[in-house]
């Protein structure tokens, strides 16, 4: 029988459990665990495992807890996209707020001067993208020779978007002899490795295994389905299931920009995230749905990896990924703090190997799902109607705003059919699949199995294998410093044109920077 540690077990400082109580934690995760105890023994960690499992309390709790208040910058992490250093710092800042702990987060796309200007009012712990902190290193704004923690978050996609110099870069920055390093990687190829030999004091390895990085609490479905239904069928679901919060995750960000337009159309409350969006838009959208302002969240796979985004009820996979670890990201976003979860994936006959390779990976069949008819999507969503119509009338508050429509509300009981009204504010109120507008979405041709579980497509290429070429704003995220570039995820370009403006066949592109497919296998 296994024996769970709570927090307090652990011999953590009471100002940070006091700021763990009021997050709500009381049981470590695996990794949280395990690295806690090492870490605040001193010792190196190299942490492998996945989105979702807890890595910014596992490196950030111990690292607080001996944070001295009284001194300077003692500790940084460096994180691969912007999106996952802001949620790095706001997480840090919660856990030490109690003991007064000063985080800030770094990182491009942003102003440097008031960068540097927040680094000046203080900090002890400064969270960032590897390119602004090598720039604030060079201008001097950035010191790290009191250093004490180096964290790198998310290293092999560090790693994967070219960073390999900049980290170095840093590393090389901070006291060798003194400093304690963590280190989290997803996978562990050659490249991380030679990390942990070449800068660390002999590390710790941590491996969560497979079977506890998809929780037993998401409960995982699909629906064979072709490509011109999906739409209709996304809808379908949300109005029967009702989700709280969901995440739509779309292949590319063409795809993305049209479910969210559609969704908007027909009244849902959807936003959608991207590489191509502007950092503001992003953490807007971001903000807006932690904050219960939106339903709806639509993603490419650049928002599967390092969002911390808590409540997430239902995972609906528009588009299958080709590699089967990016799933296990993907429904990561659901099924967290010990609350269920429900994962739907769309496919096609063509795709089925995909969803098997996936189930191979972890060791859970997903069950085939009926979609819900278009009467079952109208009466759930005349239910929702109801409920809302004899909540509002049963509000003292509404009640006493609708009081100065009552002249009116009689004027039209005069001229009309009572029934009628009530027809028309239940028009207003309802999602009626046969009346509503239509919605387009232009169709992607779906995956071809190549028969060896989606690791790769069958065109090799290590992880690494990119190497420094990502920089020149092609492949992998956005680059922090230059802003530009595709996502790794957008690769349905229907034309490619070189500058003389001349098309050339897409595959003559393939190996280009832009998309490289990844060999997931590296252990």
């Known amino acids: 029988m296994e024996i769970y540690l709570k927090f307090t077990e652990l011999g953590l400082s009471e100002d940070i459990l006091s700021a763990i109580t009021k997050v709500g934690y009381e049981t470590p995760t695996p990794i949280q665990e395990q690295t806690i105890m090492l870490a605040l023994e001193g010792k190196d960690v190299i942490g492998q495992a996945q989105t979702g499992t807890g890595k910014t309390a596992a490196f950030g709790l111990p690292t607080l807890n001996k944070i001295d208040v009284n001194g300077g910058l003692q500790a940084i992490v460096i994180a691969p996209t912007r999106e996952l250093a802001v949620q790095s710092q706001e997480e840090l800042f919660r856990f030490g707020r109690d003991k007064g702990i000063k985080v800030r987060s770094v990182f491009g796309g942003a102003s440097i001067d ?3 200007k927040a680094l000046k009012s203080g900090a002890h712990v400064v969270v960032g993208t590897p390119g602004r902190m090598v ?3 060079k201008r001097r704004a950035l010191q790290l020779g009191d250093i004490e923690t180096l964290i790198l978050d998310e290293a092999d996609e560090m790693l ?10 840093i590393i090389k920055a901070t006291p060798t002899e003194t400093r304690q390093t963590l280190l989290f990687s997803a996978t562990m190829p050659d490249a991380i490795k030679k990390i942990g030999v070449k800068f660390m004091k002999d590390p710790q390895h941590i491996k969560i295994v497979s079977k506890e990085m998809t929780s037993d609490l998401i409960d995982q479905y699909f629906v064979k389905t072709k490509e011109f239904e999906k739409f209709d069928v996304l809808t379908r679901l949300i109005d029967v299931q009702k989700p709280e919060l969901a995440i739509v995750f779309g292949r590319t960000k063409r795809r993305v920009d049209e479910i969210t337009r559609g969704l908007k159309l027909l009244g849902y409350r959807a936003e959608g995230i991207h590489g191509d969006l502007a950092q503001q838009k992003r953490l807007a ?3 807006d749905f932690k904050n219960d302002n939106l339903d709806v969240l639509v993603a490419t796979d650049v928002a599967a990896r390092g969002l911390d985004i808590s409540g997430v009820t239902h995972v609906y996979n528009y588009d299958i990924t080709q590699d089967q670890e990016s799933y296990v990201h993907r429904i990561g976003r659901t099924g967290r703090a010990g609350k269920s979860g429900l994962s739907i994936t769309f496919v096609s006959n063509n795709e089925m190997g995909y969803l098997r390779a996936i189930e191979r990976l972890t060791k859970k069949e997903m069950k085939g799902m009926k979609p819900p008819t278009r009467e079952e999507a109208y009466q759930a969503s005349l239910a929702v109607a109801f409920d809302e ?3 509002d009338l049963t509000d003292e508050k509404i009640s006493a705003k609708l009081a100065k429509f009552d002249g009116d509300a009689e004027q039209l009981l005069a001229e009309y059919d009572p029934k009628l009204l009530v027809s028309l504010l239940l028009q207003a109120k309802v999602s009626d699949p046969d009346t509503r507008p239509k919605v387009d979405i232009a169709p992607e041709k779906p995956l071809p199995f190549n ?8 065109r090799g290429g290590n992880r690494g294998g990119r190497g420094r070429n990502d920089r020149r704003g092609g492949g992998g995220y956005n680059r922090d410093k230059r ?3 595709r996502d790794r995820d957008d690769r349905n370009k229907k034309d490619y ?3 003389d403006k001349q098309k050339v066949h897409p595959k003559a592109t393939e190996k280009k920077p832009g998309f490289v497919i990844r060999n997931k296998g590296d252990k």
């Open 114 to 116: 008031k960068q540097i």
């Open 135 to 137: 720039d604030l290193i």
């Open 160 to 169: 994967n978007m070219g960073f390999i110099d900049d980290l170095e870069f």
């Open 285 to 287: 959208v971001l903000r």
């Open 389 to 391: 119509i004899k909540r």
């Open 451 to 458: 028969g060896e579980g989606g690791r790769g497509g069958g």
């Open 483 to 485: 802003g530009g570039g």
């Open 497 to 499: 044109y070189k500058k």
